[in-house]
């Protein structure tokens, strides 16, 4: 089946630590995003690239870095610099080739600083 | 910049009934795209619908069907047949006007369905 997975479900941080959480697709998209959620809230992008090697900061990037060395892979590290990191996150992928460019998710990390 | 704008918090609907959420959008580009999202209390986001401004017809997906008013500037959902699965928060989005085809959210609105 294709789709997108994340890991962990949920993920527990001390202050001052970075963590890294994984995104895999094997939808063979080309573009992925990084969005977060608080409660009650929309989403947020975080990160997002649309080529192997390159990737643009979104509207909340600060405290936040990615890489993509694989197409199928994007993992997001959330660092101590960023100071209000308890969220849900969520990643997507697209194919920008051909409309309507709708993005497919996965399942998400919770994440909690403790 | 583009803006979506749920107004609605919470709704709750009677099994089997219709429900109408709405949305409106803000964007000074003539060609766009609206999306439906539902997200479950897992979290996972599911498309739902989409609509694209120069299409004629509004968009059905099953139960699911966007009541688009262009000259207005909304895009609803109507759920047609509520079931208690529905329960759920529920989103409108916008593409970005730049390259990056990123998605602008509304903050969403909580439907609850009731037995």
């Known amino acids: 089946d294709g789709g997108i997975t994340q890991s962990p479900k949920y993920l527990f941080r001390k202050e001052g630590q970075n963590v890294t959480l994984s995104c895999e697709q094997n939808?063979?998209?080309?573009?992925m995003y990084w969005y977060r959620q608080d409660p009650g809230q929309g989403l947020r992008l975080i990160y997002y690239s649309q080529i192997v090697n390159d990737f643009q900061k979104g509207d909340i990037a600060e405290g936040y870095s990615v890489s993509r060395e694989k197409k199928e892979s994007f993992p997001l590290t959330v660092t101590s610099a960023q100071k209000n990191p308890t969220a849900f996150y969520l990643c997507a992928s697209t194919s920008p080739v051909v409309g309507p460019y709708e993005q497919f998710f996965g399942p998400g990390t919770r994440l909690t600083v403790l | 910049a583009q803006k979506i704008t749920q107004t609605q918090p919470g709704m709750f609907v009677q099994e089997k009934e219709a429900v109408t959420l709405d949305c409106t959008y803000d964007?000074?580009?003539?060609?766009?795209?609206l999306f439906w999202y539902k997200q479950p209390s897992s979290g996972e986001m599911i498309f739902l619908i989409y609509q694209g401004s120069y299409d004629e017809q509004n968009a059905t997906e099953g139960r699911y069907s966007l009541n688009f008013q262009k000259a207005r500037k909304s895009a609803n959902l109507v759920i047609s047949a509520s079931q208690l699965g529905d329960s759920a928060m529920y989103f409108c989005a916008t593409l970005g006007m730049d390259s990056s085809y990123k998605l602008i959210f509304g903050s969403g609105t909580r439907l609850l369905v009731r037995p």
């Open positions: 964007t000074s580009d003539q060609s766009y795209g």
């Open positions: 939808l063979n998209h080309d573009a």
